[in-house]
């Protein structure tokens, strides 16, 4: 399959990209997830689409100013092609709100500050097994199960992460 997204861009080691976020603040967390569940997404619907001619097809379609662009259009469009459901989306958005408070909060940002704590724990995913965590983890289990399920639902691309989350699939269908 094609892939214009440019090597720089995918993450070739998921679980140290993971690592590395164990050190650093809350704002570096949560844009970093962020762009993961947002390249997730864009793989999930990828997968579903016709095989484009050429990487300027991809380009095309995801760049600035294309219709897939932004993670609100590609949540709506992953809603719309059965890749996620309701819950799903709702919790997807909840991220992308998340990680937009992240981005353009001028002022120090942590997972206690009340924007994000109240969205954090509005967050259906892993919310049953991580209530009594502190909120960054509480984050980074429901953005790790939607990476995990959007990859898998992307499929042969990501083969060793497809197999290792199959047990996670039904998550999206929520």
Request: aromatic share 6%; glycine share 4%.
């Amino acid at each position: 399959m094609i892939r214009a997204t440019m090597a720089r861009h995918i993450p070739k080691d998921w679980e140290a990209v993971f690592a590395e976020l164990d050190g650093v603040n809350d704002r570096a967390v949560i844009l970093v997830v962020g762009s993961l569940i947002d390249y997730a997404l864009a793989e999930a619907i990828k997968s579903r689409l016709r095989e484009p001619d050429s990487d300027k097809a991809w380009n095309d379609l995801f760049k600035e100013s294309g219709p897939l662009q932004t993670w609100s259009q590609k949540t709506t469009v992953a809603y719309f092609l059965k890749i996620i459901g309701p819950i799903a989306r709702a919790d997807i958005d909840l991220l992308r709100s998340i990680r937009n408070e992240a981005a353009h909060d001028m002022n120090p940002v942590t997972f206690d500050a009340e924007k994000i704590a109240d969205k954090v724990r509005k967050l259906q995913m892993g919310n049953e097994h991580t209530k009594q965590h502190p909120l960054r983890q509480q984050f980074l289990v429901a953005a790790r199960m939607y990476i995990a399920n959007l990859i898998l639902r992307a499929g042969d691309s990501h083969a060793e992460i497809a197999q290792a989350s199959a047990a996670l699939a039904p998550y999206l269908d929520r």
